[in-house]
């Protein structure tokens, strides 16, 4: 087993990456939680493949176990969501000290970890994570949100999770779109810190391949995020390399109204975008947008910018987390390959990066 700890100022927290782990999910629990409720939210893909395996090892260590199940997808990170979650957690009586187990991909990790972040002013949850895009970043470090009509994830938090389990046996019953869009997260890592990712991913000729080595990925993704959570937890200033393509990536997203793009797709977009850009600049060392353009391809990821509105795509960058007070926005460049950092930008500036 493979095990990542996370430790912050306020708390500290266990990454624990290994095959199986969800057939003893519940005999691991009893380490870090004493009660008895468990309430697991989760999706309904997610329900029918895994669902009875959780539960089975929940029930056995004695734990008595409430099942929340949304649609799955990004049209269910949202209030109206959120708002049935909150009713089912009342109408089960769940108290403080309960815990929310988050089983699916980044929609359902997102939308229960701030649903944990919110009831009662906040309970105990752990995160498993059921996609690669979930299990390299989105269920790591705390973030959790819901997105609003206007743009994604503008109501959130920062509330870690007391531990998070992550079983790569799962990732085998992924459909091919969505094992890439985990791909492009796993890219972007290469891209803004760890050229030895993308070495291994260059080695593979095949989805078998990845699977095979896939812990391996999955620890060093986890490992480069904790380095960088630790350092600046609240996402002020470092942390924000993470962000590689999302600036772009989630006003594509929602643009389309998050129907024509995955996530994972709309971000390997907004790094091929601003990569030609800024190589085209002097910013980036030239040749890193064709070495991304061929790794993104390989592993099934658009590189080409669709035929959209400028100003309607500016107008939602402009309620980007990453903005700041004067007009000015933090943008995430790379100067080369494994190596980004983080440009401040005036915004009428942004679109010369972009577009």
């Known amino acids: 087993m493979n095990v990542v ?3 912050l100022k306020e ?8 095959r199986g782990i969800l057939n003893c ?3 691991k ?3 870090i939680y004493k009660g008895k409720n468990v309430v697991v939210i989760t999706d309904y893909n997610v329900e029918k493949l895994y669902l009875n395996v959780l539960k089975k090892s929940l029930l056995d260590s004695g734990f008595e176990v409430n099942v929340i199940s949304i649609e799955p997808g990004e049209k269910s990170k949202t209030l109206d969501v959120l708002k049935n979650v909150y009713r089912d957690l009342c109408k089960f009586n769940i108290r403080r000290n309960d815990i929310i187990i988050s089983f699916g991909g980044g929609v359902v990790g997102d939308l229960g970890g701030f649903a944990a972040a919110t009831y009662l002013r906040g309970i105990k949850y752990i995160q498993v994570p059921t996609s690669i895009l979930a299990q390299v970043d989105s269920s790591i470090g705390g973030k959790v949100a819901v997105d609003l009509p206007w743009g994604k994830n503008l109501v959130g938090n920062f509330y870690h999770p007391d531990a998070v389990f992550i079983d790569p046996d799962v990732l085998s019953s992924l459909k091919r779109r969505f094992f890439s869009d985990g791909m492009s997260e796993v890219i972007k890592y290469g891209f803004i810190r760890d050229k030895s ?3 291994a991913l260059d080695s593979y000729s095949s989805r078998e391949d990845v699977l095979a080595n896939i812990e391996d ?3 060093k993704c986890c490992s480069i995020k904790k380095q960088v959570v630790e350092i600046d937890e609240m996402d002020l200033g470092s942390r924000m390399i993470l962000n590689f393509g999302h600036t772009l990536g989630h006003a594509i997203e929602r643009y389309y109204n998050y129907d024509r793009y995955s996530h994972g797709e709309a971000i390997a977009i907004g790094m091929t975008a601003i990569t030609g850009k800024t190589e085209k600049m002097g910013i980036t060392k030239s040749g890193t947008y064709d070495y991304m353009k061929f790794t993104l391809d390989k592993y099934g990821l658009p590189t080409c910018m669709p035929n959209l509105d400028k100003q309607s795509v500016m107008n939602s ?3 980007d ?4 007070s004067g007009n000015i926005l933090n943008l995430i460049v790379l100067k080369e390959t494994g190596k980004a950092v983080i440009m401040k930008v005036k915004m009428p500036e942004v679109e010369n990066f972009l577009f």
Request: proline residues 0%; positive net charge.
């Open 217 to 219: 990925i999955i620890y």
């Open 5 to 7: 700890d996370i430790n």
């Open 11 to 18: 708390k500290s927290y266990r990454i624990y990456i290994k």
């Open 321 to 324: 987390k990453k903005s700041l």
């Open 317 to 319: 960058i402009a309620l």
């Open 25 to 27: 999910i519940g005999e």
């Open 197 to 199: 990712i993308l070495k």
């Open 29 to 31: 629990l009893e380490d």
